[in-house]
Structures are given as C-alpha cells and as structure tokens.
C-alpha cells in the first residue's frame, strides 16, 4: 500500500522559512505528479504548487516567488521551501501524488494518493 508522509510544519514568525517534505513508500513504479495543497479553517483546499516527473512546475498565483518545490525522483519525495511566510499561509498543508503506478492485490493500478496533512502556523 503506497502512503504519503509529510514532515517539516510548525510555527514560525512572519517572515521566516519552512521547508516541508514529502515521501512516498510502498511499491512504486512511477508518479507523474507530485504537489502541494493547503486547506484553511473554512475554506476550501487548494493548489500551492506542483512538479512533474520531468521538472516542470506550477504555482498558484499566491506564492509570487516566495515558495519553491523540488523533487527527488529515485526517492520518490517532494519538497515545498517556504520563505516570507505571511499569517495568510497558515493552513494544514497537504501532499498529492498523482498518477501512482503500484501493484495491489497482484493487479497493477494508477491512482492517486494523498498524506494526512503537517499544520503550518505563521504566528508572531
């Protein structure tokens, strides 16, 4: 069974860095697409950003430069650095790995997979 588990949340003051990772084990093929999403209190989860097997990325309008992802492919692990943290990002930051070639049960599958979620609180 492929799981996903996030580590690097915690408090930090306004303005400081994070950096979150990401690693996914189990029988692992291959992953198209790994990424970030983050859910405040009441709202809805939404992308942060996201990276392909080959490196392309994607980043939600909100980061303006201020997040990087990076991704270790033979490790099958996503990173997201935060820097200029805002009281705003605070959220439970999720990982997504889309496209997950794996085998269960003996029958190979592709499907998506989600972590449990690290909180980021950016707090003085």
């Known amino acids: 069974q492929v799981q996903l588990v996030e580590s690097g949340g915690g408090l930090v003051q306004p303005g400081g860095s994070l950096r979150l990772s990401c690693a996914a084990s189990g029988i692992i093929f291959r992953i198209d697409t790994m990424g970030w999403y983050r859910q405040a209190p009441g709202k809805q989860r939404e992308l942060v950003a996201a990276i392909t097997s080959g490196g392309s990325t994607n980043y939600a309008d909100f980061v303006k430069g201020r997040f990087t992802i990076s991704r270790d492919n033979a490790k099958n692990t996503v990173y997201l650095l935060l820097n200029s943290l805002e009281p705003e990002d605070t959220a439970i930051y999720y990982c997504?790995?889309?496209?997950?070639?794996?085998?269960?049960?003996?029958?190979?599958?592709?499907?998506?997979?989600w972590g449990q979620g690290t909180q980021v609180t950016v707090s003085s």
């Open positions: 997504n790995a889309k496209k997950v070639r794996t085998i269960q049960g003996g029958v190979f599958i592709t499907r998506d997979y």
